[in-house]
T-cell receptor, first 113, second 112 residues
Framework: AQKVTQAQTEISVVEKEDVTLDCVYE???????LFWYKQPPSGELVFLIRRNSFDEQNEISGRYSWNFQKSTSSFNFTITASQVVDSAVYFC??????????FGAGTILRVKS | DSGVTQTPKHLITATGQRVTLRCSPRSGDLSVYWYQQSLDQGLQFLIQYYNGEERAKGNILERFSAQQFPDLHSELNLSSLELGDSALYFCASSINTNTEAFFGQGTRLTVV
């Protein structure tokens, strides 16, 4: 069975601090996909990134970066110079097939001004 | 705006009743997914349709059913509602099963 663990239930930072959200996954399959979604206070789920298991290159998109390490089964997400608008719940997810996602419990990020 | 439209946004109903949640996928997307987000279970995959056919099933209760119509919109039917069915129900869509899914704003169901 697949499992995603987001050990950090809640993180509070002050604006402009860097913050890393941890994600550890479990699967016996060699082909899988990893995702991050953001859920702002308004409630919708916003897609951030999808990576497949064969692509371990780290990715940077503006202030966001992702570190995928198969050796530790981790797919961590870093926000650089955090802003108040980054306050949200962030979900890491895993799928073996398409978009049948197994989500982690989520990490609440609070960015204070 | 993801382009996925869900109606209604909010729904309050009594135990034992039946409701229908509707989802219009993004233009061009053939695949539709339903997820449930509740406080105790978190985000759970319910079911997937692709071009009108059921493709994958998750932890969907027998009291729940879904379908995807020829115009590709989808409906999730919830019957014999219980208090524990109160949750946020998300629909998502993707071009096919191998591309990322985009979620709608959800329908918040409250069973009283």
């Amino acid at each position: 069975a697949q499992k995603v663990t987001q050990a950090q239930t809640e993180i509070s930072v002050v604006e402009k601090e860097d913050v890393t959200l941890d994600c550890v996954y479990e699967t016996r399959d060699t082909t899988y996909y990893l995702f991050w979604y953001k859920q702002p206070p308004s409630g919708e789920l916003v897609f951030l990134i999808r990576r497949n298991s064969f692509d371990e290159q780290n990715e940077i998109s503006g202030r966001y970066s992702w570190n995928f390490q198969k050796s530790t089964s981790s797919f961590n997400f870093t926000i650089t110079a955090s802003q108040v608008v980054d306050s949200a719940v962030y979900f890491c997810a895993l799928s073996l097939y398409g978009n049948k996602l197994v989500f982690g419990a989520g990490t609440i990020l609070r960015v204070k001004s | 705006d993801s382009g996925v439209t869900q109606t209604p946004k909010h729904l309050i109903t009594a135990t034992g009743q039946r409701v229908t949640l509707r989802c219009s996928p993004r233009s061009g997307d053939l695949s539709v997914y339903w997820y449930q987000q509740s406080l105790d279970q978190g985000l759970q995959f319910l079911i997937q349709y692709y071009n009108g056919e059921e493709r994958a099933k998750g932890n969907i209760l027998e009291r729940f059913s879904a379908q995807q119509f020829p115009d590709l919109h989808s409906e999730l039917n919830l019957s014999s509602l219980e208090l524990g069915d109160s949750a946020l129900y998300f629909c998502a869509s993707s071009i096919n099963t191998n591309t990322e899914a985009f979620f709608g704003q959800g329908t918040r169901l409250t069973v009283v």
